[in-house]
């Protein structure tokens, strides 16, 4: 209970109990109030800050100049116990800045890579054409259009609604538009924002803090953008050395307040005896530097960051289908950013299809029909919950081989593999991969005689009797009986998607609420984003609910988990809504709830004051 109240820090300072007593005041108050939060609170204070493990940055690579490191550091194996060498000391001693001044590098590893490899390679595989992503156009209107309309989903860096407001306001034209924004949207730098889309959009407003950094601004208009900027300007007109700027970029980078106030006096006697600049010139252009201490981009990372950003918008504008199915598979464990892409695929135009046994591959995969890209996206076997990956290579080795599969007693007879049991079969059957042979319903209510069928095909396959049957023109064949049974309703058939594949994809809930839903004042999405305060109407599923017991007076309340099409969210049905709804709360049914926003720390909470069922 207290350590959800306490908030994460924010612009690179992390946060400490006593900070978060000062901005929480239930916090704060139940300190004051209540002994065991008081006393649990002394005592974490005491340990607070004091180191707790041994920990590895995950990407860090230390360098000695010679090969027996044991020179100028200790080291150990990894705790995990995968027999990795690292070094003893932690960041401050012996990493950049200690007692061994041993370079530290950072490999980082960006997952949006993946999406532009898997793009490449359905491009390849689909289409026949080689992409050499390193020397495309860098001026592909294509791109530029896209983005300045706002279709940002799947562009590296440029995705959620600041970034995409802020690139629509822009409308870019050249790759450095796409940098010079990485580097901005940021805390701090973020204030120039409005002011960079002004001075592009009309270049007469182009002026520089000083005629000596055109050159180094000229890019930027006349803006202070970039670390190497702020480099540049203590170089030029306060008259620092190379090694000074550096420590300079240092201190704003460390984020020391004390290191700050040093150099911020160095600088302003460096402008005005090195630069020539007045006191109020020094105070315009140190206001300019300031925000930089909270997080500033060096020209090198944003110049990085924006060419991913440009490769990716590039795949998107020109094979939408092939970069779309990449990022659903490179995502596919996480099934919010999964159905942020399918979303998107819906809205333009595209059909994101359940699994299919004679169009899935592993993977999500574009439709192609008669040598034609269709642009529909196919869920892959390997998304399907309790399907192991093992049978759907199989399933996919034997189409290969030898065709299609032309019903569900070829499909039977044809894949003989040990994991093919009650459990995937279901799986394949209720997420509808079996759809093109008959009903779900039925197929899962006769689960016994498929399975009795599957056997009998592999038992006989296996007996040595094979050998006298091939002799005669016909083999004996099993036959396949089905009782009759109530065929899968449309609501049992999205049950069953969302349970295997974490979605609905036949259809949505909500689809046969379509006129309460024009009644709806907002979504769930708009509601987190804008903050809405009281009286929201939202139309919604209840994929989950908790009830619990508060302990203060053991009255009940509940959590639960609602979706609409706009996303999925956490609510709460405190203990006096829950007294007038509590009996209508129940997972699966749809409902109209009014509802209200209130702030927790950096959390919103959606708490549900009444609701009707539809």
Known sequence: QISKLIPIGSQGFPMTIDHALEIIPELQEMYDNDRGTKEIIDMAKKIEGNVRHISVHAAGVIIAPTPDITDYTPIQYDTKGDNKIITQY??????RD????????????????????????????????????????????????????????????MAGDGMTSAIKELRPTKVE???????????????????YIKRKQNPRLVTYPDPRLKDDLEASYGLLVYQDDVLMASIRLAGYSWLDADKFRKAMGKKIPKEMAEQKDKFYKGCKEYGGLTLEQTDDLWKK???????????????????????????????????????????????????????????????????????????????????????NIRFGLRNVKN?????????????????????????????????????????????????????????????????????????????????????????PKSVL??????????????????????????????????????????????????????????????DLCRVIMTKKD?????????????????????PEAFKKIGSLLKEGIVAAMKCS??????????????????
């Open 554 to 574: 053991n009255s009940k309340m509940a959590f639960l988990t609602i979706q609409d099409k706009s996303g999925t969210a956490e609510a709460v049905v405190f």
């Open 98 to 157: 200690g007692v061994v001044n041993l370079p530290k590098f950072d490999m980082l590893g960006i997952r949006n890579l993946q999406f532009i490899s898997g793009a490449i390679e359905r491009v390849k595989k689909i289409r026949g054409i080689d992409i050499d992503i390193d020397t495309i156009p860098l001026d592909d209107k294509k791109v530029f259009d896209m983005l300045s309309r706002g279709e940002t989903v799947g562009v590296f860096q």
């Open 481 to 542: 009986h089905l009782n009759d049974a109530e065929p899968a309703s449309m609501k049992q058939k999205l049950l069953w998607e969302k349970e295997l594949l974490g979605l609905y994809v036949s259809g949505h809930p909500l689809d046969s609420h379509k006129d309460t839903l024009k009644r709806a004042t907002t979504s769930i999405t708009s509601l987190i984003k804008k903050k809405f305060d009281k009286n929201q109407l939202i139309v919604v599923h209840i």
């Open 90 to 95: 932690d960041m401050f001693s012996g990493g």
């Open 289 to 375: 530097i300031e925000p930089f201490a909270a997080y500033g981009f060096n020209k090198a990372h944003a110049a990085s960051y924006g060419m991913v950003a440009y490769k990716t918008a590039y795949l998107k504008a020109n094979y939408p289908a092939e970069y779309l199915s990449a990022c659903m598979t490179a995502e596919s464990g996480d099934i919010e950013a999964c159905g942020e892409y399918i979303a998107e695929a819906n809205r333009m135009g595209y059909k994101v299809l359940p699994p299919n046994i004679n169009e899935s591959f592993l993977d999500f995969t574009v439709v192609v029909e008669d040598g034609k890209v269709t642009g």
């Open 597 to 614: 926003v209130a702030m927790r720390g950096e959390k919103v909470t959606i708490m549900i004051d009444d609701l009707k069922v539809l």
């Open 177 to 195: 538009d796409l940098m010079a924004m990485v580097a901005l949207y940021r805390p701090g730098p973020m204030e120039v924002i409005p002011e």
């Open 387 to 475: 399907f192991g990956e093992e049978i759907g290579k199989a399933i996919v080795a034997e189409r290969k081989a030898r065709g299609p599969f032309k019903s569900i007693e070829d499909f039977l007879e044809r894949v003989q593999h040990r994991n093919l049991n009650k459990k995937s079969l279901e799986a394949l059957i209720m997420c509808g991969a079996m759809d093109d042979f008959g009903d779900r319903g039925v197929f899962c209510s006769n689960i016994e005689s498929l399975l009795a069928f599957h056997k009998g095909i592999g038992q006989f396959s296996n007996t040595s009797q094979g050998g006298l049957f091939d002799l005669m023109d016909e083999k």
